[in-house]
């Protein structure tokens, strides 16, 4: 039996397909666009609340005695950490300062030119410190930074693998920080490369509570 055969009852134009490519186009430029406009307003608005030159934070120079002693404090705490065996170690902000001096390079570079605590906030659950971050421009291509100075709230965080620290705050004098770049910021991890650089990686990964005291942080190798 024969296949009855459909006969087309529409015209066909070739306009047809012109028409949706034309229309993919636009899509795809009005995307481009979007994402263009997004990037421009978003440096512009960081432009407003950084700046050209760096500031130092700490002129201060740690002594090998000052080094030393806090070493000799961290190695037994550290070797119970090592062996998972109970142990309490409390940090000063001093203590807290001298450790973000000696510090290796976490891959990513080192804090000292970037964070100094200056206090601790029981009461928010945060370490308060002067910050000076380096931020790329738009024009990355230059090499050229600017430089987010502020007062920044770290919250100390166990996870998983070890502890961490997390910007949530960042406050200007006189300017307003946009809420969705502070959220971008928390992103980044400020003690977990560390985790992966031996044996500070075992002695970060043991430690399983942290908690904030009017002088600074106190470090234990049991849970709460």
Do not use: H
Request: net charge neutral.
């Amino acid at each position: 039996m024969a296949n009855p055969e459909k006969d087309p009852t529409g015209e066909f134009s070739s306009y047809y397909g012109c028409y949706i490519i034309a229309m993919a186009a636009l899509v795809f430029i009005g995307i481009l666009a979007w994402s263009g406009w997004t990037l421009f307003s978003q440096d512009k608005a960081i432009s407003l609340i950084t700046q050209d030159q760096i500031v130092t934070l700490s002129t201060d120079q740690i002594s090998p005695e000052t080094e030393k002693a806090l070493r000799d404090r961290l190695a037994p705490f550290a070797e119970a950490a090592k062996n998972r065996a109970p142990a309490t170690i409390d940090l000063t902000i001093a203590d807290l300062n001298t450790l973000i001096q000696i510090a290796p390079d976490s891959g990513f570079g080192t804090y000292r030119e970037m964070v100094r605590i200056t206090r601790a906030d029981p009461a928010t659950g945060r370490l308060i410190a002067d910050l000076c971050l380096p931020l790329k421009k738009l024009k990355f291509w230059e090499g050229k930074m600017r430089y987010l100075v502020a007062e920044g709230g770290f919250q100390i965080a166990i996870e998983a693998d070890g502890i961490d620290a997390k910007l949530v705050s960042v406050q200007i004098p006189g300017k307003e920080v946009p809420e969705g770049f502070v959220n971008n910021l928390q992103v980044w991890p400020w003690i977990a490369p560390y985790r992966k650089q031996e044996p500070l990686g075992t002695l970060l990964k043991g430690i399983k509570s942290a908690t904030l005291t009017p002088e600074g942080l106190r470090l234990s190798t049991t849970q709460p």
